[in-house]
């Protein structure tokens, strides 16, 4: 089977075209709405980049399979009918999606009602499931993929905040959890290779950051909480902040909830401490050049907010098999990887330098044997997994009765 990946942003469309379990190609649509950059690689091809005047996702995935499906196209797909389902990422999924959901109209409604829960991205995922119908019509299944459905097993303790409880009633006010797609891969992926549940801390490390305490399973706890805001220090966003700092820092600089709001998810993490850029690459090589003060604080204060969510959570789970780093930061470099962990001795866990130094964006374990509480890097592939829930979801449709 055939599946088109699609996750569409305000102004980028990301796709993947995967067959069983195979990638046979991927690439991005950035600046839409301009003079868009179309970058699309495949496994058995050159990488190639272009440009073209594309006025929305509309235009972008139409310019995309045309460029796919033609002769100078980098796959076997030489029209649409090679395509047999598609995928869609979809950041919030409230209370009403527990899982992932072949999308009919109801399902549609349902992406809508949660808006208000994600207005900066569910309103794109519709985009791109419409656009994606009016390519392919009706008769192309599609299937909605949750950031939220995985976290759907934390229990009610954790993820009830403690405001009037008729607000939550209300407006669902709760922590929903993100990147479920993420640290559900690498969950996966870790009890398939040790052939049995277990008990681990996922952190999912990039420029948008999140842990999970991941139980026989299935979660119990995550960090980020009603929006992706809470929890980790991130590239731009704050993570945990004492809720009266929002009023406070309106009133001292004349801003309004909303502008606040915007400069804790856009001007604050490891950007707002270092003054410098909220890649970690660049604050690494910074601090070893230079031991810029600011710099050596950005990432001191990641880390440690890193490690105070894993004793959080050990205590949570009442202790942990594995900690396992995912994502860029989390994939591919050691030394953050070494500095979230250092400490943790006393709860049995000790890295192995020079294993970690080479686990770059490989899977495999960065703790000695001698370790009880053992650590791993296993690279995430969000958009597989996606691929096997449409998959598995379209199986079941078709399916006789």
Known sequence: MNILVLNAGSSSLKFQIIADSTRLCKGEVDRIGGEAIITIEAEAANRTKRTAPLRDINQALDYV???????QGPTEIKN???IHAIGHRVVHGGETFKQ????TDEVLQGIEECIDLAPLHNPNAIKGIQAAKGLFGQHVPQVAVFDTSFHSSIPEHAYIYAIPYHLYRRHKIRRYGFHGTSHR???QRYASSIKQPANIITFHLGNGCSAAAIKNGSP???????????????????????????????????????EVESLLNTQSGLLGVSGLTNDMRVLLEERHLNDDRRVCL?????????????????????????????G???????????????????????IDEEQNKQRIATEGEITTKNSTLKAYVIPTDEELLIARDTA??????????
């Open 65 to 71: 399979l045309k460029h796919i499906a033609s002769d």
């Open 220 to 258: 119990i706890d995550t960090s980020m909480g009603l929006t992706p805001l809470e929890g980790l220090v991130m590239g731009t966003r704050s993570g945990d902040l004492d809720p009266a700092a929002v009023s406070f820092i309106a009133t001292k600089e004349g801003l309004s909830i909303h």
């Open 80 to 82: 649409l009918g090679d």
């Open 185 to 187: 891969y690498v969950a």
């Open 100 to 103: 992932s959901a072949l999308i």
């Open 392 to 401: 598995e979801v379209v199986s079941k449709k078709v399916e006789p009765s």
């Open 328 to 350: 860029g930061i989390g994939e591919n470099s050691p030394d953050i990887r070494a500095q979230i962990c250092q400490g943790l001795e006393w709860a049995g866990l000790h």
């Open 298 to 326: 950005a990432i001191e204060v990641f880390c440690y907010r890193a490690r105070k969510y894993i004793g959080a959570y050990l205590a949570a789970m009442g202790g942990a098999d594995a900690v396992v780093f995912t």
